[in-house]
């Protein structure tokens, strides 16, 4: 459900018609441009309340995420490695290092929590 927003076209119409039929009807311009504003307040109002979302479960002092510390030392680990590697066996040592991190990372990731 979405938050209903006060059309600007009706208002844009409504001070058109306003300007048409002049001074005279200021007032029932006023209430009625007061009552749209109201309504669209008050649907605002009730509109949060039906959509309540369940606070996410907050993480045990044990459950901390490290993934962002993982990516870190794998990138860091990853400039030696792929020396050495490439120093040693070439190209085929170069993918063997950078498979091996991979698959560090991917077993990281979806480890049982």
């Keep these: 459900m979405t938050t209903p927003r006060l059309p600007r ?3 844009t119409a409504a001070m058109a018609a306003r300007r048409e039929l002049g001074p005279d009807y200021d007032d029932a311009f006023i209430e009625t441009v007061v009552d749209r504003i109201e309504e669209t307040l008050d649907a605002r109002a009730v509109a949060p309340r039906s959509r309540r979302r369940v606070p996410a479960p907050e993480p045990r002092h044990g459950d901390r995420d490290h993934s962002l510390a993982m990516a ?3 990138l ?3 400039i ?7 120093v040693n066996a070439g190209l085929p040592g ?3 290092a950078l498979a091996g991190i991979v ?3 991917f077993t990281y990731t979806f480890r049982p929590r």
């Excluded at 030696?80 to 590697?85: E, K």
């Design 76 to 78: 860091l680990a990853a």
């Design 103 to 105: 698959i560090v990372n």
């Design 94 to 96: 170069l993918l063997i």
């Design 80 to 86: 030696p490695l792929s020396a050495i590697a490439v």
């Design 72 to 74: 870190v030392l794998s």
């Design 9 to 11: 076209d009706d208002l």
